[in-house]
């Protein structure tokens, strides 16, 4: 063992020396760099999480309702000698001067935060420090970004609905904020004693109210047990474990994705390590016969063999994880803007995954063919054309798939989307496979027509053509992926911008009290805009179908348990808009108003499983409303027109509570109106839809940005399968080149056919990438998104440009060194 | 197995093999039987194609015989599988070849301290340098093959077969790739460190210069024994 072991050490040192396992090294590096660098990163963002468990609620318990807290909970809060915060969030708009700003407002009580801590500054980009203070009377707390946004300074004058507040500090950490994935609008924080004033929030308004609860562990799980009990619908009460669901869920779907796009490198790193193992392979037959000859067994044999690969795999491996651990701060730099939180350090774990997996991915692709060194007969010192093994394909493969879906099954923890993932990944390698293979050989024929040097190029791609192709796939995988994040979409964005009518509704206006409809409606028509079509609606909670009480955990989807958790909005109307379409059942007649009959949207009654007749009971503010489903409807969302999931006819909700909510287009001109608008209707709110989409739009390039840089990984991979090929294929190019330049070649013609081989490798791999990309461009506009996609020929252009000389530079440059050697000495070695 | 001192250090009993070719089935060896005895040189000559490195393969068991039986340092090679006869060889056999078959990527000192490796031998730099130093390579230890003359590579690949001290040495047409000057020092040092370190010998060769150093020497003519002498 302990002979095996040394021995295996001096013959990777040997080895190491010639240069033959530096390519296997590096394809491991690229492997473990890429699985690293996205696991340090996301490791750091659920090491956040979890420090921030508490901190995220800013409290040990969290009561929270759209309607107001009920006071005997704070009393009996109180009365447990629990400590107690109350804080209320809404969004309204704030005006300095004549500039608006969307806003998230958080008004809060002395005592918060319960835990955690507030910091602010005493003005933007100044630096912070904690504060045990909370907002006082009068005075807000801003973001620094809303002092930009409305050119305003500390101890300046703003409006908050009726009310005039000053601008005291500013905000720059509130610790129940720091998981929010997608704060939209800045925050405003102001005392809750000031709510009133504002007259912002009417009936009906849309509002989350908190009651925050801290205190011993025994104390909070006894408050807790009373109040589950007697929990209304419109509450909801948020523990410690619950954390965030939403950010835990994007996070781990930000995981299963960056994990999978690394898996696609690593799988480019295997085909390169098989590669490079294959030759490998080949010129340690002579080494293993003699070996044989000398008394070594099959097993001493693979045992050394099989070390020397654990040694290089190891020591790969590391470095691999050093570079991911560099190459996550990059990642985390990218995504800074959608956590905002501050990360910390990342823990050794992924580094512990990391090596493990390089050395099963090293094993998996280069095992195999290795493995046919024990097979080499000894009687190949006396005869060289002894049978010598032949690398097994099936077995190369066979290992290497295995490895792989174990791999993907461990990013991906959800069989179905392994499936497809893997369903996709085969299919596309196949299908660019064939086709890279047709290509090579329809090359073939076109050898008569060029030059010399471009001949000379064609019949190397040609004659081996299985690792042309291979080639061709690697490359084509890595560009395809690139153009496909960048041009195609944006030209999807672009494609679906068209497919919105030019003058789609901008702006929504929402908590309009019912008196102020109609005036709203004049006070457009006096401003020479189309007046906007108003829109009642009743917030209610769906309780139970069929008389069987809705529960979240009754649903697998999680659309479905947001909808079973959430409120909806009942509206009601008369007649059917033109935008939606009852595609089962009867839209009601004019003798059905009042009746209580229910019109819901197709797609979210399929998620709720429910169907035409079912009854559905909703909680409006505390009574119960029994309706019957006596339609389904699609609706045409993109017009961006106020549209409802349920509506009822004219009459049933009379008597509850209701807002209204209006859609209207306002050009850069037209937004002026909303400043008098806002001062006659303060307690309006407006939501500017071209903000939302420029920080939705921001998001997805923040986000396909990160897949890009994950995707570099792709390309170095790609870079290594051709290294790869190219190394082994050294040995017959030095010897071609050898015979060449005895006919008389001079280098400058071997050059040629060098860069002409090369350049016509990347032109293919780029125009097949450009061709794949675009098919599959079309087939999401097509299919996914439902709307007309132009093929740009940009794609193809610069798929078939960045292939052709990104890999004629690299591989002239990798097999240059054949033009060095002297012919005379090349020949005597052959 | 049995192992006696009277046994011969090498023999074959009846020994054939027959290959399978495109063109049908080929007898390569054909009933031979030959005894070498402890400390004896034997050389076997004969035409190019005769199944000399053939019958060298099989004494040596590098390769199984079709038929008959093989015996080495009085273990039967023909019961035991391929392992089973390389563990016999390991630092009981020496290899000299025609092509020298030393490996490219280890230097002179690396490629002799191989077969001590292979077996755990502690000593092993010490003794591949004082054998080199015998051969007359003391100064180019940590030369690559590619860096040494043919001549040099043979002695090499001498000093590496003796470098365990094997009791048995085959040598398949040692001198084949050489000019006739230094394939005479070759077989000089040969027969040489036979001597000194008292090995037995089997050599394969079709120059009866070289043979003429052997104790004995028996030809091969068609896979046959002709004669022995």
Redesign the interface.
């Known amino acids: 063992m302990?002979?095996t072991l040394?021995?295996s050490l001096?013959s990777l040192r040997?080895?190491w020396?010639?240069g033959?396992l530096r390519i296997l090294a590096i394809a491991v590096v690229i492997a473990v760099a890429s699985m690293t660098a996205v696991g340090f990163f996301t490791d750091r963002a659920r090491q956040a999480m979890g420090q921030q468990a508490g901190e995220l609620l800013a409290a040990d318990l969290v009561l929270t309702s759209s309607n107001p807290i009920g006071s005997d909970r704070i009393a009996y809060a109180r009365a447990s000698t629990l400590q107690t915060a109350q804080t209320l969030n809404f969004r309204s708009v704030v005006i300095a001067d004549d500039k608006m700003q969307l806003v998230e407002v958080k008004a809060v009580s002395a005592a918060y935060p319960l835990r955690g801590s507030l910091r602010v500054a005493s003005k933007p980009f100044a630096s912070d420090g904690v504060t045990s203070l909370t907002p006082g009377r009068g005075e807000v707390w801003v973001n620094p970004d809303l002092l930009q946004k409305l050119r305003v300074h500390v101890d300046d004058i703003i409006n908050l609905g009726e009310a005039e507040f000053l601008v005291r500090k500013v905000l720059t950490y509130e610790p129940d904020r720091g998981g929010e994935l997608f704060n939209i609008a800045p925050r405003v924080m102001m005392n809750i004693e000031d709510v009133p004033a504002t007259r912002l929030l009417q009936p009906g308004s849309r509002a989350r109210h908190r009651l925050l609860v801290a205190g011993t562990d025994d104390r909070v799980q006894a408050y807790r047990t009373w109040l589950t009990s007697r929990l209304n619908p419109d509450e909801r009460l948020v523990t410690l474990e619950d954390g965030r669901p939403a950010l835990r869920a994007a996070l781990e779907r930000a995981q299963r994705f960056l994990g999978l796009a690394s898996l696609v490198s690593v799988f480019l790193a295997g085909v390169a390590m098989a590669m490079a193992a294959r030759r490998y392979t080949q010129r340690h037959l002579?080494?293993s016969?003699?070996?044989?000859?000398?008394?070594?067994?099959?097993?001493?044999i693979i045992k050394i063999f099989t070390w020397e690969m654990f040694w290089i795999g190891l020591a790969a491996s590391l470095i691999g994880c050093l570079i991911g651990y560099v190459a996550q701060t990059g990642l985390a730099w990218i995504l800074a803007g959608l956590v905002a939180t501050e990360l910390p350090l990342p823990s050794l774990r992924p580094a512990l995954v990391g090596l493990p997996l390089g050395l099963a991915v090293l094993m998996g692709f280069a095992l195999p063919p290795l493995l046919a060194l024990k097979d080499v007969?000894?009687?190949r010192?006396?005869?060289?054309q002894a049978t010598t093994p032949v690398p097994r394909n099936l077995a190369t493969y066979a290992l290497a798939f295995f490895t792989m879906t174990g791999l993907m099954l461990w990013h991906a923890r959800d069989v179905q989307l392994l499936a497809y993932v893997l369903g996709g990944a085969v299919g596309t390698v196949v299908v660019l496979g064939m086709t890279a293979y047709l290509l090579v050989k329809l090359l073939n024929g076109l050898r008569g027509r060029v030059g010399v040097a471009w001949r000379f190029g064609f019949a190397n791609i040609s004659r081996r053509a299985h690792v042309s192709a291979a080639q061709i796939v690697a490359f084509g995988l890595g560009i395809m992926v690139l153009l496909l994040l960048s041009l195609v979409r944006g030209d999807l964005l672009e494609g679906w911008r068209k497919t919105l009518p030019p003058e789609a509704p901008n702006h929504f206006l929402i908590n309009i009290q019912p008196d102020q409809a109609q005036a709203l409606r004049d006070f457009f028509v006096a401003h020479d805009t189309a007046a906007p079509g108003i829109y009642p609606m009743v917030r209610a909670r769906l309780v139970a179908i069929n008389g069987k009480r809705v529960e979240p955990k009754d649903f697998d989807d999680l659309r479905a348990q947001r909808f079973a958790q959430r409120e909806f909005n009942l509206s009601w109307a008369a007649q059917l808009r033109a935008d939606n379409r009852v595609v089962s059942g009867r839209w009601w007649s004019a003798n059905e108003h009042g009746q209580r009959l229910m019109s819901f949207e197709q797609e979210l009654a399929a998620t709720l499983r429910i169907k035409l007749g079912d009854v559905l009971t909703f909680d409006i503010a505390g009574s119960k409303l029994d309706t019957a489903v006596t339609n389904l409807r699609t609706v045409d969302w993109d017009t961006f027109n106020v549209n409802f999931f349920t509506i009822l006819p004219p009459g049933v909700l009379n008597d509850y509570p209701a807002t209204y909510v209006t859609s209207v287009y306002l050009s850069r001109e037209g937004r002026r109106i909303l400043t008098p608008m806002l001062e006659q209707f303060p307690n309006v709110t407006v939501i500017d839809v071209d903000a939302l989409l420029g920080k939705v739009r921001q998001i997805m390039e923040r986000v396909s940005l990160a897949v890009e840089y994950v995707f570099i990984f792709t390309l170095l991979a790609g870079l290594a399968v051709l290294y790869a090929a190219m190394q082994a294929t050294q040995d017959e190019r030095r010897y071609e080149m050898a015979v060449l330049r005895t006919l008389g070649a001079h280098r400058g013609q071997l050059l040629r056919g060098l860069v002409a081989e090369f350049v016509t490798l990347g032109l293919l791999a780029g125009a097949l990438a450009g061709v794949a990309a675009s098919i599959i461009g079309y087939a999401l506009a097509e299919f996914v998104f439902h709307f007309g996609y132009r093929l740009n020929l940009w794609v193809w252009l610069a798929g078939t440009a960045c292939g052709a000389v990104g890999i004629g530079i690299a591989g002239t440059l990798g097999t240059r060194s054949v033009l060095r050697q002297p012919p005379a000495k090349t020949l005597r070695?052959v | 197995m049995s192992q006696t001192s009277t046994a011969p250090m090498v023999e074959a009993q009846r020994v054939s093999k027959k290959v399978t070719s495109p063109e049908g089935e080929l007898l390569i060896l054909d009933d031979v039987s030959l005894k070498v005895d402890a400390g004896d040189a034997i050389a076997i000559v004969g035409a190019s194609g005769s199944g000399k490195s053939t019958l060298l393969g099989l004494l040596a068991g590098l390769d199984a015989p079709t038929g008959g039986r093989v015996f080495l340092d009085g273990i039967e090679l023909t019961t035991l599988d391929e392992d089973g006869r390389a563990r016999l060889r390991a630092g009981r056999v020496g290899f000299v070849f025609q092509s020298f078959q030393l490996l490219q990527s280890l230097t002179a000192l690396e490629n002799v301290m191989l077969p001590m490796e292979l077996i755990g031998e502690g000593s092993a730099r010490t003794a591949a340098t004082d054998i080199l130093q015998r051969v007359g390579l003391g100064k180019r230890l940590h030369h690559y093959p590619n860096q040494l003359s043919g001549g040099e590579q043979q002695r090499c690949a001498i000093a590496r077969a003796f470098a365990s001290y094997p009791k048995m040495l085959f040598a398949d047409e040692p001198t084949g790739n050489l000019d006739q000057t230094t394939g005479a020092r070759i077989a000089e040092l040969l027969f040489a460190l036979n001597s000194e370190r008292a090995t037995t010998l089997v050599l394969v060769t079709h120059d009866r210069a070289i043979s003429e150093h052997c104790h004995r020497l028996v030809e091969l003519e068609a896979g046959r024994l002709n004669r022995a002498a």
């Open positions: 302990i002979n040394i021995f001096r040997r080895d020396r010639s033959e002579d080494t016969a003699i070996m044989r000859c000398l008394g070594a067994s099959q097993r001493t007969p000894p009687t010192v006396l005869h060289r070695e």
